[in-house]
């Protein structure tokens, strides 16, 4: 049996969806890059790069103007 049967989700899922799915919910939620980054074990400069634009902080940047 696999992770995912255990889970009761479909096969088509893939640990990299999950992992993608988990950051993004942690940037939504508020937290830091920094944050986010040691608790995925990778570079704030990726989680920047490809989760950053779902954060809070990122959109009231942007809705402020700067």
């Known amino acids: 049996m696999t992770t995912l049967?255990?889970?009761?989700?479909?096969?088509?899922?893939?640990?990299?969806?999950?992992?993608?799915?988990r950051?993004?919910?942690w940037v939504e939620k508020g937290r830091t890059i920094k944050e986010v980054a040691?608790?995925?074990g990778?570079?704030?400069?990726?989680?920047?790069?490809?989760?950053?634009?779902c954060s809070p902080h990122f959109q009231k940047w942007v809705a402020e103007g700067r």
């Open 42 to 53: 990778m570079t704030t400069q990726m989680v920047e790069e490809v989760y950053w634009h």
């Open 23 to 25: 950051i993004t919910w």
């Open 5 to 21: 049967d255990y889970a009761g989700l479909p096969l088509r899922y893939t640990p990299h969806t999950l992992r993608h799915t």
């Open 38 to 40: 040691d608790a995925a």
